[in-house]
């Protein structure tokens, strides 16, 4: 169990090794930890400016944060656009991460235990919201209404909060929600659900995606700084600045 401040759990740069970002970094955690009206964030960007390191940055820190909400990070770019497969990973994750958490344990989240083992894992207070956290990952998915498995799913936070339980959610890679022509579709599901659970919640993707988020805050990840990405560059020669 290692929750130092100088370790890390998703993220591949400790803090001091994490260059160009300390801005977005604190404008992130600002918003996990805010209570405005706008609960959901909609970060966009290009490719190769390092969205997935800037969202494990967030994460880790979130997680430091004993007593806050409870992180929760998912890329839908394992799911090759398989919506149905991706609903069961979130809601598998949502588990696993929350077990995690809450045991003060990060190496839950890299060793992956099974769902029989995390229930036994999981604190008796939560073994309620486990149980139904369980119910929809075994639940057969009708494939005549994938939407509608989709929604109940992504409205495991609502589950969450209902039983008192705050949630931080982290959607990387919102353009690999589904199919190219469904998308926009599932993308628009997913916002509403995690709306509705009154979670903070921060959803990313590329740049030339932009679902319908009239409601969410909104930030714009650029290109790193000439400067930043040759002090980068320095430290990966094993240089001096």
């Known amino acids: 169990m290692n929750t130092s401040p100088n370790s890390t759990i998703l993220a591949r740069r400790q803090g001091d090794e994490f260059i160009g970002r300390q801005t977005e970094l604190a404008e992130l955690l600002e918003h996990a930890a805010g209570d405005g009206r706008n609960r959901g964030l909609h970060l966009c960007a290009g490719p190769r400016v390092g969205t997935t390191e800037l969202l494990h940055q967030v ?78 990952i075994e639940k057969a998915p009708d494939e005549a209404d994938e939407r509608g498995y989709f929604r109940s799913c992504f409205g495991a936070p609502f589950r969450a909060a209902a039983r008192g339980v705050r949630t931080f959610l982290i959607l990387d890679d919102l353009q690999l929600i589904a199919p190219p022509g469904r998308v926009t579709e599932f993308a628009e599901i997913a916002i509403d659900a995690l709306g509705k659970s009154g979670s903070r919640f921060i959803v990313a993707g590329r740049r030339r995606f932009r679902p319908d988020t009239h409601e969410l805050a909104s930030m714009e990840l650029a290109g790193l700084e000439l400067e930043h990405c040759a002090m980068i560059f320095s430290r990966a020669a094993g240089g001096v600045e």
Do not use: C, K, W
């Open 59 to 136: 994460y880790d820190e979130a997680f430091r944060r004993h007593g806050g909400a409870v992180p929760v990070y998912f890329s839908f770019a394992a799911d090759q656009g398989n919506p149905v497969a991706a609903a069961r990973r979130f809601v598998t994750e949502l588990l696993r991460q929350l077990v995690a958490y809450r045991l003060r344990d990060p190496m839950i989240i890299h060793t992956a235990p099974g769902i029989d083992e995390l229930a036994r894992m999981a604190p008796a207070a939560d073994t309620g919201l486990v149980d139904e956290i369980i119910t929809l």
